[in-house]
C-alpha cells in the first residue's frame, strides 16, 4: 500500500512564513522575530513552536528548503531555509483564495447568538458588555499598532491587514452596543416562556435528569427489542 503524499500547510501562518522567506532566506527564529515586528502576530496566531513546526513541514512538502547551517557564537546552530519555485507558486494560491473566497466558518460568537435565550436578558447583556468592552480595548490596541507603522513610514499596503482587523473590532462593537440598547429598551425582548425556563434550569441543576423515567428490562421498548431478537 503507498503512503500518502503529504499536503503542504494551509494555514495563515504558513502564508505569513512563506511571504517572509520569499523577501530572503531565514532561520526560525528570525522569522518568529520578524513576524512580531510586522505586527503579523495581531492577525495570525504565532508561537516559537509553531513557526519552527510549520517550517518543517513547508521543507518536508518541498515549498521551502534548507539552504545554510551555521552557528553564531555560543547560540545553538540554526539552520537557514529559502522558499522553492514550488513554494511561491503554493503561496500565491493560497493568497488568491484568501482575498477572493468569503470563508464561511462557524464563530464561536455567532453560534452563541443563536442560544442566548437560555440567559436571562440581565445576564445576557452583562455577557455582552464585556464583549464590548474586549473589544474597543482591541480596536485601540491595534490603532497603536497602526501609528507606529505610519511614524515609521511605512507604506499603507504593508499595513492594511491591521486596519481590517481595527475596522472588524470597531463595527461588531458597535453592533453589540446596538444590541445591549435593545435588550434595556425591551426592543429586544425575551419570550416569558423562554426566561421562565432559564430561572428554572439556574435554580434547579440536574432536576430535568429526575425527571425522566428509568426504562427498566421488561418495559414495553425492552420486550420489543427481545421479539426482535427472536
Known amino acids: 500500500m503507498s503512503r500518502r503524499t503529504p499536503r503542504p500547510p494551509a494555514s495563515m501562518l504558513a502564508l505569513a512564513v512563506l511571504k517572509l522567506l520569499d523577501e530572503e532566506p ?3 527564529y528570525e522569522i518568529m522575530r520578524r513576524i512580531r515586528v510586522r505586527a503579523y502576530d495581531k492577525v495570525v496566531k504565532a508561537t516559537h513552536a509553531s513557526v519552527y ?14 539552504v545554510a ?13 529559502a522558499i522553492t519555485d514550488a513554494g511561491r507558486a503554493h503561496a500565491r494560491q493560497r493568497l488568491t483564495a484568501a482575498l ?13 447568538l443563536s442560544f442566548i435565550a437560555l440567559l436571562e436578558p440581565d445576564e445576557a447583556a452583562a455577557a455582552l458588555r464585556g464583549r464590548a468592552a474586549d473589544l474597543a480595548a482591541r480596536a485601540a490596541e491595534l490603532t497603536a499598532v ?3 507603522k505610519r511614524a515609521e513610514g511605512l507604506p499603507r499596503l504593508y499595513s492594511i491587514e491591521v486596519e481590517q482587523a481595527r475596522r472588524a473590532a470597531e463595527a461588531e462593537e458597535q453592533w453589540v452596543r446596538e444590541i445591549l440598547a435593545d435588550i434595556a429598551s425591551g426592543a429586544l425582548a425575551w419570550p416569558e416562556r423562554t426566561r421562565a425556563g432559564a430561572r428554572d434550569a439556574a435554580a434547579h441543576p440536574g432536576a430535568g435528569d429526575a425527571d425522566q423515567p428509568e426504562d427498566p428490562a421488561g418495559s414495553e421498548s425492552a420486550r420489543n427489542d427481545a421479539e426482535g431478537v427472536r
Request: charged letters at 25%; aromatic letters at 8%; a neutral charge.
Open 26 to 28: 531565514l532561520h526560525p
Open 69 to 81: 547551517t551555521g552557528r553564531a557564537g555560543r547560540r545553538p546552530e540554526r539552520t537557514v531555509y
Open 53 to 66: 513546526d510549520t517550517v518543517a513541514r513547508l521543507a518536508a512538502t518541498g515549498m521551502a528548503a534548507e
Open 146 to 148: 497602526l501609528e507606529g
Open 100 to 112: 477572493r473566497e468569503p470563508a464561511w466558518e462557524y464563530p464561536v460568537f455567532t453560534a452563541g
